[in-house]
């Protein structure tokens, strides 16, 4: 089987491929700001709010670590031109919906944080979906194999 690329992507691919991994990057550094918190720090939070960090189940925590770590390698993937970062970008997406689901169905995160909570969680999820888009059109153009 040949893995050869067939087709040049223009710079902007690059641009784009290189903003996404940074944006990923930060992904882990909040997932380890997340996970690492001391008791120190969510003892200064409200008490409903460090409610919401303390009663975080394993799944939605692991769904965290899958979101932000495929969408780093996904983003990788799509920089060396290979196939493999269409999947791993869906996966991170999946990963992205767990998480928040969890966070936004079966917890009061919004009676807590307030609406404007909302936002940031909706830009993660739109420029996942457009991380999978911008992938799928580069693989129909023979950028990635």
Not at 4 to 31: D, Q
Not at 37 to 42: D, F, Q, V
Request: charged share 10%; proline share 5%.
């Amino acid at each position: 089987m040949n893995d050869a690329v067939s087709t040049k992507p223009p710079a902007l691919f690059y641009w784009i491929g290189a903003v996404a991994l940074l944006w990923n990057i930060a992904g882990i550094a909040a997932y380890y700001g997340q996970v690492t918190m001391s008791p120190e720090t969510l003892a200064q939070m409200p008490e409903a709010q460090r409610a919401l960090y303390e009663n975080i189940p394993v799944w939605a925590t692991s769904a965290y670590a899958i979101a932000v770590n495929a969408g780093t390698l996904g983003c990788v993937l799509l920089l060396l031109r290979k196939k493999w970062a269409l999947p791993v970008l869906v996966l991170s997406l999946a990963g992205v919906l767990v998480q928040m689901g969890h966070a936004f169905l079966m917890t009061n995160s919004i009676e807590v944080l307030g609406i404007g909570a909302v936002i940031f969680p909706v830009v993660i999820i739109v420029i996942g979906a457009y991380l999978i888009w911008f992938a799928n059109g580069a693989k129909k153009k023979g950028w990635i194999n």
